[in-house]
Structures are given as structure tokens and as C-alpha cells.
């Protein structure tokens, strides 16, 4: 029974690390460029590693940066879309790693992937207003 309680508390924990990451998957996606990029021209490791930081930190910043500027709402709406597009992609994903030995239909397969995609897009949408709130607002 222990086993079974352990089983279930890590793939809830992994569950929940894996939406926190799904979350910034624009900023992971150009940190992981960046660090490419500057280890393939010949730098060290430790180079890289600050590239791939820089790289993350610049593409949040630019996009808050657009949302605390920009006074267009469609302008505002498409830097959303933008951080938000990966995180759709890795929610479904994510899902789709973890329901697709579960459902045999591929209607219902993709449907609950896309919604989980969906759900995921709108968290990172409303986490990166958030942020980007607080930022400005200081």
C-alpha cells in the first residue's frame, strides 16, 4: 500500500513539475538556442550556460516589455501568442506522453490533448500578465 501512495504522490509531483515547465516553454526553447549556438562557435561550457541564461531572461523581458509599452491590445495579444504558442505545444505534449497508452480513440486522444494544451497556453498566458504586472507596476 505504501508503494502504491508513493507511486501516486511522485506522479502528481511530476505531473505538477511538468506543467510548471510546460509554463516557460518559450524562454526554455531560447535558452536552449542560445546555448547551441554559442558552444557550437567554439565557447566553454561556461559561456554557453550565460548565453543560454541571457538568451531566457532577454526573450521574458522583451515580451513584457512589449506588454507594458505596447498601448495596442492586438499588439499586446499577439506577444501573448507568442509566449504562449510553445507552452500549447508542450501541454500537449505532455499529454499526449501520458494518455496516449490510456485511450484507444483518437478523437477523444486528440481532444484531451488539445485541451490540455489549451489549459496550458492560458496559464502561461495569465502567469506571464502577471509577471509582467508586477514588474511594471513597481
Same mark, same amino acid.
Given at each position: $500500500?505504501?508503494?502504491?501512495?508513493?507511486?501516486?504522490?511522485?506522479?502528481?509531483?511530476?505531473?505538477?513539475?511538468?506543467?510548471?515547465?510546460?509554463?516557460?516553454?518559450?524562454?526554455? $526553447?531560447?535558452?536552449?538556442?542560445?546555448?547551441?549556438? +554559442?558552444?557550437?562557435?567554439?565557447? @566553454?561550457? &561556461?559561456?554557453?550556460?550565460?548565453?543560454?541564461? @541571457? &538568451?531566457?531572461?532577454?526573450?521574458? @523581458?522583451? +515580451?513584457?516589455?512589449?506588454?507594458?509599452?505596447?498601448?495596442?491590445?492586438?499588439?499586446?495579444? +499577439?506577444?501573448? @501568442? +507568442?509566449?504562449?504558442?510553445?507552452?500549447?505545444?508542450? !501541454?500537449?505534449?505532455?499529454?499526449? !506522453?501520458?494518455?496516449?497508452?490510456?485511450? *484507444?480513440? *483518437?478523437?477523444?486522444?486528440?481532444?484531451?490533448?488539445?485541451?490540455?494544451?489549451?489549459?496550458?497556453?492560458?496559464?502561461? $498566458?495569465?502567469?506571464?500578465?502577471?509577471?509582467? *504586472?508586477?514588474?511594471?507596476?513597481?
Amino acid at each position: $500500500m505504501t508503494l502504491i501512495l508513493l507511486a501516486i504522490s511522485l506522479s502528481v509531483t511530476l505531473c505538477v513539475l511538468a506543467f510548471n515547465f510546460a509554463i516557460y516553454a518559450l524562454p526554455v $526553447m531560447a535558452g536552449i538556442s542560445a546555448f547551441q549556438f +554559442v558552444h557550437a562557435a567554439g565557447a @566553454g561550457f &561556461g559561456p554557453s550556460a550565460l548565453a543560454a541564461l @541571457g &538568451g531566457a531572461a532577454f526573450s521574458v @523581458g522583451l +515580451v513584457i516589455a512589449i506588454l507594458g509599452f505596447a498601448r495596442n491590445p492586438f499588439l499586446r495579444l +499577439v506577444a501573448l @501568442g +507568442v509566449f504562449a504558442a510553445p507552452a500549447a505545444v508542450a !501541454g500537449y505534449a505532455l499529454a499526449h !506522453g501520458l494518455a496516449k497508452n490510456a485511450l *484507444e480513440s *483518437e478523437i477523444a486522444l486528440n481532444l484531451l490533448c488539445g485541451t490540455c494544451g489549451l489549459i496550458v497556453a492560458v496559464a502561461a $498566458m495569465t502567469n506571464l500578465s502577471a509577471l509582467g *504586472e508586477d514588474v511594471l507596476s513597481r
